[in-house]
């Protein structure tokens, strides 16, 4: 079992800045990669960024790259997104994910309870 608790949503004008937090637990933990996900009203949830445990790599949906940065602290558990000059369509429930790395066992993901971002325009 893999528990994610996140935090740091919030209302922000467009331009501006909100970092999300997603603390893991579980003794299992260690063989999941963590990401984020988004859902906007009315769409399906899409991927949005993604940090590898092993080497630290990381990878975006092309409409955050230059202004989103995930970041893992391992030695915490703890996978952050920081998000800059934020804009309208921004606007979604973020969730936080660990997805099984590739040869582990176990539930492909588990998920957190989302958190609301909202951008005013």
């Known amino acids: 079992q893999v528990q994610l608790v996140e935090s740091g949503g919030g209302l922000v004008q467009a331009g501006g800045s909100l970092r999300l937090s997603c603390a893991a637990s579980g003794r299992t933990v260690i063989s999941y990669n963590m990401g984020w996900f988004r859902q906007a009203p009315g769409k399906e949830r899409e991927f949005v960024a993604r940090?590898?445990?092993?080497?630290?790599?990381?990878n975006y949906i092309n409409s955050v790259k230059g202004r989103f940065t995930i970041s893992m602290d391992n030695a915490k558990n703890t996978v952050y997104l920081q998000m800059n000059s934020l804009q309208p369509e921004d606007t979604a429930v973020y969730y936080c994910n660990a997805r099984l790395i590739s040869g582990g066992l176990g539930p492909r993901d588990y998920w957190g309870q989302g958190t609301q971002v909202t951008v005013s325009s």
């Open positions: 940090v590898t445990r092993s080497s630290g790599t990381t």
